[in-house]
């Protein structure tokens, strides 16, 4: 393991395997990981947006250069607009017209639209090229850059249209936190708080004591949630790559969180992490209602969430005019829908969730209702 690595993680799927890079300065030692992979390429087209590009793209493509990496780079607009058809054609035939070879490289330098993105024309140009993953916001490091979902959005809801391609290698510097945003560090939490609640008691109970940490920028603490989010997700993928059934488990509070965010319009009014945050809190009061899990578990999440400064109800949010009908019907548009019947993964307790389908609509529409006319009398309370 390299000196700068401070921890190093492996997926485990075979010929498709790949290693997860954690630590200081590998943004800047991306040039020397690269070529040390068997097969490297001798080009490589690094991927990013406008924001990323002004704080990253020098060091990393001095480390390219340093490797005797010939590149070209990309730069594409800030923003969940980047993953519409029109910018992800435009993407494919500037790399086309730049000049392809099976043997160039791929290299998505970002979070999670320039990830999802890049990682898609991975998988379609020329059938198929390599590329890696340097995620650089904190819900591309323990989410979205791992596991080689990849994909852009449709008129129809968003990543509709995409592919598994998993990376070659996954570099996440975690000297890139200390530029973002408190409020996109925060979202990034949320995932972070996810895999401790689905799986891992013992870490949840870590993140009680050190998510502060975590949130204020403690780069110790930061690593360790981090490389223990990627563990989780690491073996999840291994065992289930295609979402046949446990890697479902990751879309804890994402059927409700999707429906949040499908109803503010994919905005900046709500991002993504903000919406699995609240989504798992009702997963959480779900599974209590349907008597699986004690109130005191969806109580002690709640507080935790809070604890770090992330909303956890509707009435912590900027006013929108919550429909629990509306919401439903965006979550019968979800992807995971089958047979008709909606998927939710529900909890028995901090650390120990699962995957059902069989939630009476009833119940969920219940749930929604009363969580919808809470907030409008606290939201009365307040004002
Ligand atoms: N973000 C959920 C997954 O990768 O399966």
């Known amino acids: ?14 010929a498709r395997g790949y290693d997860i890079a954690i630590g200081p300065g590998l943004i800047g030692r991306a040039g020397a990981e690269i070529t040390s992979l068997p097969n490297a390429p001798n080009r490589v087209v690094v991927v990013t947006d406008h924001h990323v590009a002004e704080l990253h793209l020098a060091p990393l493509e001095r480390s390219l250069s340093d490797a005797g990496l010939a590149f070209d780079a990309f730069v594409v607009p800030a923003g969940e607009a980047s993953k519409s058809f029109a910018s992800f054609e435009k993407l494919c035939e500037a ?10 490289w791929l290299i998505a330098l970002g979070g999670g639209v320039v990830g999802d993105l890049t990682g898609f024309a991975a998988a379609v140009l020329l059938r198929g090229l390599d590329f890696v993953q340097i995620p650089t916001s904190l819900l591309a490091q323990v989410d979205s850059s791992v596991g080689g979902k990849t994909g852009i959005n449709s008129a129809h809801g968003k990543n ?20 973002l945003p408190r409020r996109e560090l925060l979202a990034g939490y949320a995932e972070i708080v996810k ?4 799986g891992d008691a013992a870490f949840f109970a870590w993140l009680e004591e050190h998510g502060a940490h975590v949130v204020e920028g403690d780069a110790k603490a930061q690593i360790r949630a981090v490389a223990t989010s990627c563990k989780t997700k690491a073996a999840i993928v291994a065992a289930d790559e295609r979402e046949r059934g446990r890697r479902a488990l990751l879309n804890l509070g994402h059927t409700f969180g999707h429906a949040l965010e499908a109803e503010t319009g994919y905005s900046s009014a709500l991002l993504h992490g903000e919406a699995v945050a609240i989504g798992m809190v009702m997963a959480f009061d779900l599974s209590v209602r349907l008597g699986y899990c004690r109130p005191e578990e969806a109580d002690r999440l709640r507080r935790h969430l809070a604890a770090v400064g992330l909303a956890t109800d509707l009435s912590d949010l900027p006013q929108v005019d919550w429909n629990a009908e509306r919401l439903l019907g965006h979550m019968r548009k979800d992807k995971k829908v089958s047979d008709g019947r909606l998927t939710f993964i529900l909890a028995r307790s901090l650390g120990e969730a699962f995957v059902t389908q069989e939630v009476p609509e009833s119940e969920v529409l219940a749930l929604l209702q009363d969580v919808i006319a809470a907030s409008a009398l606290a939201r009365r309370a307040i004002g």
């Open 95 to 104: 790399l086309l017209t730049a000049g392809l070879e099976r043997k160039t």
């Open 195 to 198: 895999c401790g609640a689905l």
């Open 160 to 179: 509709l249209v995409g592919a598994f391609h998993q990376p070659r290698l996954v570099l996440a510097d975690s000297g890139a936190l200390a530029t």
């Open 1 to 14: 393991m390299p000196s700068q690595v401070a921890e190093q993680l492996h997926v485990d799927l075979g």
